[in-house]
């Protein structure tokens, strides 16, 4: 856990000094906001919301050929290829599933029990994910 800990203030430093150095405004140089786009997609009551994916479950997509098997991938203690991207379940795809962290760092879940950043090492919980006081500490990190 200290290790993924160390892993987001490494990579929260190292979105600050970009920052500072990138600087603020506009591409231009015209110090005018950019235009947007005026129309609006406000949801209507007629309409229902996209039930959101499962984590568990695998896409319709075909696997591509450089995904490893999950069970290979997610074993605690093992790092978690960096990029990742996904694996393969039995011959379907299983999409990361990936929260962007507010340092700039991805936090990715598998199957309600694994965590890890890629590059990093993997983190298996006790029980649900939501439950792990390990994991609770690593998505608040995340979310900070």
């Known amino acids: 856990m200290g290790a993924l800990v160390r892993a987001f203030g490494l990579i929260?430093?190292?979105?600050?000094?970009?920052?500072?150095?990138?600087?603020?405004?506009?591409?231009?140089?015209?110090?005018?906001?950019?235009?947007?786009?005026?129309?609006?997609?406000?949801?209507?009551?007629?309409?229902?919301?996209?039930?959101s994916p499962s984590v568990e479950k695998p896409s319709e997509t075909p696997v591509p050929a450089s995904w490893p098997a999950c069970g290979e991938t997610w074993v605690a203690g093992a790092d978690l290829p960096k990029p990742y991207e996904g694996c393969a379940k039995g011959?379907?795809?299983?999409?990361?599933?990936?929260?962007?962290?507010?340092?700039?760092?991805?936090?990715?879940?598998?199957?309600?029990?694994?965590?890890?950043?890629?590059?990093?090492?993997?983190?298996?919980?006790?029980g649900p994910l939501q439950k792990d006081p390990?994991?609770?500490q690593a998505r608040a990190t995340c979310t900070a």
């Open 12 to 51: 929260a430093a190292g979105t600050l000094c970009v920052g500072l150095t990138a600087g603020c405004g506009d591409d231009d140089g015209s110090g005018a906001p950019a235009a947007t786009d005026s129309t609006s997609s406000a949801a209507t009551e007629s309409e229902t919301p996209e039930p």
């Open 91 to 126: 011959g379907t795809a299983v999409p990361a599933d990936a929260q962007h962290c507010s340092m700039g760092a991805v936090l990715v879940t598998y199957g309600d029990r694994f965590w890890a950043v890629p590059g990093h090492v993997i983190s298996e919980a006790d």
């Open 134 to 136: 390990d994991f609770r």
